[in-house]
């Protein structure tokens, strides 16, 4: 008996709106992993890595959404409330980074060859506009927290 691969026909403009979502997805856990490293630890010499590096995207969003409600333990706020701006801009971002997962998940682990399965290029390509979106308000909170930094943890 002959097992045959199935041919799935898939068109090229849904396969190269799923890989725009794919390396959107990478951009953003890459700059959740940065942030991570530097909430966690700003001086450090990228040991946190450990603690992150074999972790699914969800995991590395709830270490950071730790991280950051501990923070206030250890760095004095402002006078004008700087860490306080930082931790509430960084936390919804954080928690639209968690919803996204699921949208990026059904695509990714779609099942063509099953006929309740579909997705379509409009669908893709707008889960992909979100997440660089997201990517994008990240790396603006990124450098909010670097001039934070510049400041001094402990600034009053």
């Known amino acids: 008996m002959l097992i045959r691969e199935p041919v799935l026909e898939v068109e090229p403009s849904l396969l190269a709106a799923i890989g725009r979502l794919s390396v959107n997805f990478n951009w953003l856990e890459q700059i959740v992993e940065m942030l991570l490293e530097r909430v966690a630890a700003p001086e450090s010499t990228g040991l946190v890595q450990i603690l992150y590096v074999e972790q699914a995207f969800r995991r590395k969003v709830d270490l950071l959404m730790n991280v950051l409600n501990r923070l206030p333990d250890f760095a004095v ?30 695509v990714i682990h779609w099942h063509p060859q099953q006929e309740d399965s579909k997705i379509t290029e409009s669908e893709v390509l707008e889960a992909a506009a979100e997440v660089q979106k997201l990517a994008l308000q990240l790396v603006v909170v990124s450098l909010s927290f670097d001039k934070l930094l510049a400041e001094g943890l402990d600034a009053e």
């Open 77 to 106: 706020p402002s006078s004008t409330g700087q860490w306080s701006l930082f931790i509430e801009g960084l936390r919804p971002l954080l928690i639209e980074a968690r919803n996204l997962t699921s949208r990026r998940n059904k």
